[in-house]
């Protein structure tokens, strides 16, 4: 199922051969700085770019005896490279390797998630404008507060996924980081101008400092980056599964010729896409956690982060993907009833202007407390006994004496409640 919404170049980025590509690249760009600053002979580079290639199953079997993942890599490609094989890797250390191509794989895995957030964040606005003046009521608590539209329930979410944006590129930046610094981050065997020229030739950043690796608050900030992502988009989903409960039934997902909702109940069309997205940015969570528990690492380095950035980085670059691909999707498709809408809104017999009334009286000289009572009491013949607002506050005995016929009428306006529509609309751009 994740496939098929996922782009298929983000599942590359994280193959096994996808990695030893990326390692490959560095190697070569390290090469290219080691001859530059006669390290080595300037031929090399042109002559191990001639040969250099690897054997994805050949690197699996040396690493099943040597089970060391970087050198069994490195022994395969001297084969294939011959003598000046040698030079490969020349005062390089295993994470010199591995955490800039990490950061190679993260860039290209982020280039594909800013184009899915900007993809969402323009149905979001498309959404918006659309329903810009589709009523709706708006709910606190699960129960009916005020009116809105659903133009302004598209809106938040728009600016909320601006926020995520604008976060993921922060993060994405901050990862984007690599680093030639040897064992323990002093370059005792390479100058630092080798790392600056293999980053720069990279697209990455130097890092200002490090150990034998980057320090891994950098990794964490993506991943619960990314969780936040996912956060925003299982409150949009669940959002979507409220509305289209059948009490509600103010949205729909799709649903396509020939599918089935029940094995038991050929009536049903369940929200399964929403409940799906909202299921798994409980794995994107998940994967944070972890992230954040690889933040601390034994003096210059361990290894207890590299076996667990094995899952959580392909699992939540992909995930996150598929989610946001998938949400676009749901909206794009999405059917939106405005006439239930409306009923809905009306269904509380216009409880819902309870509060333009509070303050009408408060403003005819009532004290809070008075205005508050007489409301509460009107209310309460809508819950219990089935009258409209209206009918209750002009069978009152003080509500008529403070207020005209036209000043009650006033009071059950949806426009009072949709005249600054289009100021919030502004603020956000839309």
Request: hydrophobic letters at 40%.
């Amino acid at each position: 199922m994740i496939d098929r919404y996922t782009r298929p170049e983000m599942g590359q980025i994280w193959t096994e051969e996808g990695k030893l590509k990326k390692w490959l690249e560095v190697e070569l760009a390290a090469l290219e700085a080691l001859a530059r600053y006669s390290y080595i002979p300037k031929s090399i580079p042109a002559k191990v770019r001639r040969k250099a290639k690897f054997n994805f199953q050949r690197v699996k079997k040396i690493e099943s005896s040597v089970q060391h993942d970087v050198i069994a890599f490195l022994t395969n490609l001297a084969e294939y490279v011959g003598r000046d094989g040698r030079y490969i890797h020349f005062g390089l250390t295993s994470s010199d390797i591995l955490d800039t191509a990490l950061a190679l794989q993260l860039k290209e895995a982020s280039g594909i998630i800013f184009e899915d957030l900007k993809e969402l964040i323009g149905v979001l606005k498309q959404t918006a404008r659309r329903h810009k003046w589709t009523l709706m009521v708006g709910r606190s608590h699960g129960v009916h507060a005020e009116p809105m539209t659903f133009g302004l329930k598209a809106a938040l979410f728009y600016a909320e996924f601006k926020r995520n944006l604008a976060r993921f590129e922060r993060a994405a930046e901050n990862v984007a980081y690599g680093k030639i610094s040897g064992a323990v981050g002093t370059f005792a065997n390479v100058h630092p101008k080798i790392e600056t020229y293999v980053c720069k030739k990279l697209g990455l950043t130097p890092a200002p400092i490090s150990t034998q690796i980057l320090q891994r608050d950098r990794h964490a900030e993506y991943l619960t980056t990314i969780a936040i992502i996912g956060g925003s988009l299982e409150k949009l989903a669940t959002e979507l599964r409220n509305l289209q409960k059948t009490e509600t039934l103010e949205v729909e997902e799709h649903f396509g010729e020939g599918q089935k909702g029940s094995s038991a109940m050929p009536h049903k069309r369940n929200p399964i896409t929403s409940e799906r997205i909202a299921g798994l940015s409980r794995v994107l969570r998940g994967n944070a956690i972890a992230a954040l528990e690889n933040i601390s690492l034994w003096h210059e380095r361990d290894i207890t982060h590299s076996s667990v950035e094995r899952v959580i980085f392909p699992d939540s670059t992909i995930l996150i993907d598929y989610m946001l691909t998938t949400m676009t999707k749901v909206l794009k498709d999405l059917k939106v009833h405005k006439d239930r809408m409306l009923k809905n809104l009306e269904g509380s017999r216009g409880m819902v202007f309870s509060q333009g009334l509070l303050l009408r009286l408060i403003e005819k000289g009532l004290t809070r407390e008075e205005a508050y009572a007489r409301v509460q009491k009107c209310a309460k013949k809508v819950w219990d006994e089935g009258w409209t607002l209206r009918e209750a506050v002009l069978e009152d005995k003080k509500i008529p004496s403070k207020l005209s016929r036209e000043e009650i009428d006033s009071v059950f306006d949806y426009h009072y409640h949709t005249k600054h529509v289009n100021s919030i609309f502004r603020r956000l751009g839309i």
